[in-house]
């Protein structure tokens, strides 16, 4: 079993940083994707990023790339997301989430097994 804990939410002014923290444990580094997920009122769960425990090969939504960067330190089990340039419509609960390298490549919600409780990411303009 995979646990996943997210850390590093808050609330900061438009064009503002973040970094999330995602400490992963468990049965994960037998090739894993770890992805980051948001949601906002009324809108459904979408992928942000991710990355491949073995390879560390990146994706991005078009809505952030350039702007969010993830990366994984393996001696720390833990994956982050550097959030730049940060604007309103990036409000929003942001989730990590893990699936089997295999499942992972379109970050769809449903191919993902495992699931934090999530960190609330406030953009004020």
């Known amino acids: 079993r995979v646990h996943l804990m997210e850390s590093g939410g808050g609330s900061v002014q438009s064009g503002g940083s973040l970094r999330l923290s995602c400490s992963v444990s468990g049965d994960i580094y037998t090739a894993y994707c770890l992805a980051w997920f948001r949601q906002s009122a009324g809108k459904e769960r979408e992928g942000v990023a991710r990355i491949y425990t073995v390879g560390a090969l990146t994706a991005y939504a078009d809505s952030v790339k350039g702007r969010f960067t993830m990366s994984q330190d393996n001696a720390k089990n833990t994956v982050y997301l550097q959030m730049n340039s940060l604007k309103p419509e990036d409000t929003a609960t942001y989730y990590c989430?893990?699936?089997?390298?295999?499942?992972?490549?379109?970050?769809?919600?449903?191919?993902?097994?495992?699931w934090g409780q999530g960190t609330q990411v406030t953009v004020s303009s």
């Open positions: 989430a893990a699936a089997q390298a295999s499942k992972g490549r379109t970050m769809q919600p449903t191919d993902f097994d495992y």
